[in-house]
């Protein structure tokens, strides 16, 4: 028994050493992929964040006047098309103006209408008195005075036809004063938030009461890190992905333009790297439209060349 204990410990260990090569040589086996995919060279010349937008961001609207709100039209969610009303206040007394206004136009109207009849006498009497002096059967002093009455009546009726045009742009403004208690959609958009509702008072200063995002095309704003900044150019193409993941779903896009101005970077993660980061603003736009959520974080790549069809 002792001499057979050596000989067991040598054959065990000759198996461990045995186990270990094979382990080894199929680590290696398994490494030879990865290092090759390691070695390769990347398509891609910058990766940066970005975020989805669209031109202008959001809209928020408030009411242009002062007063109590009458209608609400709409809700969040809705679809609304140009010119479509939001929001209405009461309207009484801006109708009222109109109303008033108007009246104060047809009377200069009628006024102006009516010294138009006048003068037109008075000129037709002033030529037959001229006419009488100078055929030596009138008095001169009463065609003199029947001139100065058509002339006189010709003043007054400049005076009333001023007075007109003032009726007219008093109209006017009572008219857009009316369209001015009316908040109507500037453009086709779909209502994100809504802040108002009907017997609260507005003003233009207490706040947006409606958030609208545009039907626009949407783009994305990438944060390219400033060592990055020289190596993409307007025209190149980009891929969009929904996150770091190369699985993830993603799009293509190209370079519409590059900021003129560094800044802190807004979308990285970590505080530290965000305080010392300096990036400018890359504006991309989709290939083909796509219909993804305003605020959406995303990861652009950057082809050196023409992005490769999938």
């Known amino acids: 028994m002792p001499d057979r204990l050596p000989t067991r410990l040598i054959r065990l260990g000759c198996i461990a050493l045995s186990a270990s090569w094979l382990l080894a040589a199929c680590s290696r086996q398994a490494e030879a992929p990865a290092g090759t995919a390691a070695g390769a ?5 910058a990766v940066a964040r970005g975020r989805v937008d669209i031109e202008g961001g959001l809209l928020t609207l408030s009411m242009p006047r002062e007063g109590t709100l009458a209608k609400v039209a709409v809700h969040e969610g809705d679809r609304v098309r140009q010119g479509q009303l939001l929001a209405a206040l009461d309207v009484e007394p801006a109708r009222l103006a109109v109303e008033a206004a ?12 009516l010294l138009q ?28 005075d029947a001139r ?30 009316l369209k001015q208690r009316s908040l ?20 233009p200063s207490s706040g947006p009461l409606f958030t609208l995002l ?17 190596a993409i150019q307007p025209g190149m193409h980009a891929e969009v992905v929904a996150n770091s993941n190369s ?18 970077s807004t979308l990285e993660n970590d505080p530290q790297v965000r305080a010392n980061a300096r990036s400018v603003e890359c504006v991309l736009a989709f290939d083909q ?9 995303v990861m652009v790549r950057f082809f050196a060349a023409k992005a490769p069809k999938d």
Not at 215 to 220: E, F, L, S, T
Not at 248 to 263: E, N, P
Not at 289 to 297: N, Y
């Open 289 to 297: 439209p796509q219909d993804l959520r305003i605020g959406q974080r």
């Open 117 to 144: 009849i006048k003068q037109a006498a008075a000129k037709q009497r002033a030529q037959r008195l001229a006419a009488a002096v100078a055929a030596g059967a009138g008095d001169g002093q009463s065609a003199d």
């Open 41 to 45: 060279v990347s398509p891609y010349v």
């Open 184 to 203: 109507l959609a500037p453009f086709d958009a779909y209502v994100v938030r809504v802040t108002a509702q009907p017997g609260a008072s507005v003003s």
């Open 247 to 264: 699985a993830a779903q993603h799009w293509g896009a190209h370079v519409l333009r590059i900021g003129r101005v560094y800044g802190p």
């Open 102 to 113: 108007q009246a104060q136009q047809e009377q200069a109207q009628a006024q102006l209408k």
């Open 148 to 177: 100065e009455a058509a002339a006189q009546l010709g003043a007054e009726q400049e005076s009333a036809r001023a007075a007109l045009d003032m009726a007219s742009q008093k109209l006017a403004d009572a008219r857009y004063e």
């Open 214 to 230: 545009p039907q626009k095309p949407r783009i994305v704003r990438a944060e390219l890190n400033e060592s990055f900044a020289g």
